[in-house]
């Protein structure tokens, strides 16, 4: 399938500060892309090159299979981390406005306004100035926003920061119905449990280098299922073991990390020689310990 | 240039429909016309006659100057300025010549319990030496001291003029004041007077002024709101910084153009005959069809020069209290010119005039200033409007690179080394 988002080794520095270091990845067309890193890793300013916010110094975007141009953002929905609407004009009136600098026409604007708005239960509010919203449903006038055009490619940079509870799960529904409908998304976070839940691919950066990208499953077979899960009564004496990087132990349950090579069923047959072992399961390391043992090697 | 549009429009509309274009529009004719008629107003309720008693040794001298006190002023000079023919102070004139200090007590405490509102006190010695003392609880009151002033003078020149022979006739066709009309020539015909040239160049000199701030600061202001509203970079993702910037400072002009064009429309109005008290003031103020059209052209032209400045200070900052420790180096060149403003009134084809003139920075004004005083030859106007369209373009350019990383960057404002390298930036 074509790639809706290829960066060619893009590059940005501010004075002497790499904000992007020869970055490059491409996003599958209808898939859920995670951008991960820690806080400045570099993420809002990769995403700010991607749709012409700012330039790359050296590198090159494409967008739908063809080098950046303006009119591609017709096709593009964008949320912004740091975003805000005009706090003096009515919700129904900043819709048409940002919906238009979309390249709707106003018509069409208005009535795909009015249809988010009543499916979001905004519908009373249209007529009301911003200011007078909650600050859940700005958020919601937001999201409208950002969707109204119906984009191709939907890019938001820390959708669930600062969303209240409800809110994040509408935003969670409406990235779904996104993705049935064929959709590409974007989204960058440092919360790894929404990547693991949500997304089809991942790339993590820090200090504007990539150092993982790719398929998420792929990523987390390649580490392999080294990770037990172990419920038991009695002493399983993991201390000095061979077989154990390290764990952590509850009293009664314990997480262990097997060292590259070990043999799961000879930690079970062990502590099975010791304790009474209820239940043994074998995992995949979850993408934060995938981030920190990445991040860890990197540092 | 679609979205373009679309951004004047919003600005325009958003702009139009507030509550503070509406006040603002109707409020300042309001403060303008009440600038010229509650001081006319405020003259013509003056508190009545003024009770004065003029003590003199002399009687002949005591009687000459009461009656220059109760002589009608003089028709004439003062025709410019029917104000002060009108609400010239009526008297109350009692005469006593015996100057003794008793009867100067006495009247002291009459002036300080309100039966009497001065008196003059005219001795020998004094009056040998030009002097005389005139004493009041009002002495501030500089229209009646004037009067008092000079009915002493006039009757102490007739009365050395009588000594020397003359006869009473004679006196007077000689202290007959010189009516001097002045005339303002305009392209060979003869126009308004030159007060009223004066007065009609310094209200739209004003004007612009006024506005030219007025709408630049507005531009910074809505920016620093968008910055820290943080809808900027939304808008970002469908615009360019350019077209932003270009959408702002064209949709907040023509909200100032508007504005005007209301104004003169008001202006109109008033000045119908009839419409106003004060009419008799403002109709030999005629302003030319020319200056207003000129007046449109500076207001855009400095409007463009100065918002592209203060555009470019409301990106650099975070909040409006920044703004106001930075305002200097846009506010510097307005208010320069508004010094130089009277000295170009009276010297308009100077070659001080005429190189200030052709500053762009200073041009909106001054350059307007000789406009009206119509002393810009047109190569001259020709020069002038060049000059300020490349500074426009150039400042343009500065500006929106300024614009397109300041609104970015939130925090710290920048140093000057940080701001020639965010001109360097690629975008």
């Known amino acids: 399938m074509a790639n809706s988002v290829e960066l060619r080794g893009i590059h940005k520095t501010f004075d002497h500060f790499i904000a992007v270091d020869r970055l490059s990845l491409n996003i599958r067309e209808g898939s859920v892309y995670g951008l991960l890193g820690p806080n400045g890793a570099g993420k809002t300013s990769s995403i700010r090159m991607m749709i012409g916010i700012t330039m790359p110094d050296e590198g090159e975007v494409w967008l739908f299979g063809e080098n950046f141009h303006r009119e591609q953002l017709q096709r593009v929905g964008y949320l912004p981390e740091e975003r805000g609407l005009y706090k003096r004009m009515k919700v129904l009136d900043h819709l048409i406005f940002l919906g238009r600098l979309h390249g709707l026409p106003e018509h069409e604007a208005r009535e795909r306004s009015l249809a988010w708005c009543e499916r979001l239960q905004l519908s009373e509010w249209t007529h009301r100035k911003v200011e007078e919203l909650s600050k859940g449903m700005q958020q919601k006038v937001q999201f409208i926003a950002a969707l109204l055009h119906d984009p191709d490619l939907v890019i938001m940079d820390e959708p669930f920061a600062g969303l209240d509870p409800a809110n994040a799960v509408m935003l969670k529904n409406v990235l779904l119905e996104l993705k049935k409908d064929g959709k590409t998304i974007l989204f960058s976070t440092h919360r790894m449990d929404q990547v693991e839940r949500l997304c089809d691919a991942i790339c993590l950066i820090d200090h504007g280098r990539s150092i993982l990208e790719g398929d998420l499953k792929k990523i987390k077979a390649s580490y392999g299922k080294n990770h037990v899960q172990m419920q038991y009564e009695g002493d399983p004496r993991l201390d000095g073991s061979d077989l154990v990087q390290s764990f952590n132990n509850y009293g009664n349950y314990v997480e262990v990390r097997l060292k590259p090579g070990a043999d799961a069923q000879q930690l079970l047959r062990r502590a099975a020689d010791h304790a009474r072992i209820t239940r043994f399961e074998l995992l995949e390391p979850s993408l934060e310990e995938i981030f920190i043992d990445v991040v860890g090697k990197n540092a | ?427």
């Open chain 2, 1 to 427: 240039m679609h979205n373009v549009w679309l951004i004047i429009r919003r600005e325009y509309l958003e702009r139009i429909r507030s509550k503070t274009f509406l006040l603002f529009t109707l409020l300042m004719p309001a403060l303008m016309a009440g600038s010229i008629l509650i001081p006319a107003k405020l003259a013509e309720m003056k508190s009545g006659a003024r009770h004065i008693v003029v003590v003199a040794p002399n009687a002949d001298l005591a009687a000459a100057v009461k009656q220059e006190l109760l002589a009608p002023p003089p028709a004439g000079p003062a025709a410019d300025l029917p104000e002060e023919a009108a609400s010239k102070d009526e008297f109350i004139v009692q005469v006593s010549t015996t100057p003794t200090a008793g009867l100067r007590d006495s009247l002291r405490r009459q002036v300080s319990a309100g039966t009497l509102d001065g008196f003059l006190w005219l001795d020998d010695a004094d009056l040998a030496n030009h002097k005389a003392t005139y004493s009041a609880r009002d002495v501030a009151d500089f229209q009646t001291n004037a009067v008092v002033r000079s009915a002493v003078r006039t009757a102490l020149v007739k009365q050395s003029l009588a000594q020397k022979g003359m006869t009473g006739p004679e006196v007077e066709t000689l202290l007959t004041p010189v009516e001097l009309t002045t005339v303002h020539i305009t392209k060979g015909r003869e126009g308004a007077s030159g007060m009223a040239v004066f007065l009609a160049g310094f209200f739209m000199v004003m004007l612009l002024y006024v506005n030219v701030l007025i709408y630049g600061i507005s531009v910074m202001r809505s920016i620093i709101e968008e910055k820290s509203s943080r809808i900027l970079e939304v808008l970002l993702s469908s615009v360019t910084a350019k077209e932003l910037l270009a959408g702002k400072i064209l949709g907040v002009g023509a909200v100032g153009l508007t504005q005007i064009l209301i104004w003169l429309a008001i202006g109109a109005l008033i000045s119908t005959p009839g419409m106003v008290a004060g009419k008799a003031y403002l109709s030999n103020v005629h302003i030319p069809v020319s200056a207003i059209a000129w007046f449109g052209v500076f207001f855009l032209l400095g409007y463009f020069l100065y918002s592209t400045m203060y555009a470019a200070l409301g990106a650099m900052v975070n909040s409006e209290q920044e703004a106001q420790q930075m305002q200097w180096p846009a506010m510097l060149p307005v208010l320069l010119s508004i010094f130089l403003a009277s000295p170009v009134m009276q010297h308009p084809d100077s070659q001080m005039a005429v190189w200030l003139s052709l500053v762009p920075f200073f041009a909106p004004i001054l350059m307007f200033i000789r406009v009206m005083a119509e002393q810009a030859p047109a190569w001259q106007l020709a020069l002038c409007l060049a000059l300020m369209l490349v500074t426009i373009y150039g400042l343009l350019a500065l500006s929106s690179r300024i614009y397109r990383v300041g609104i970015l960057m939130y925090g710290k404002r920048p140093t000057l080394p940080e701001l020639r390298r965010w001109l360097k930036y690629a975008g």
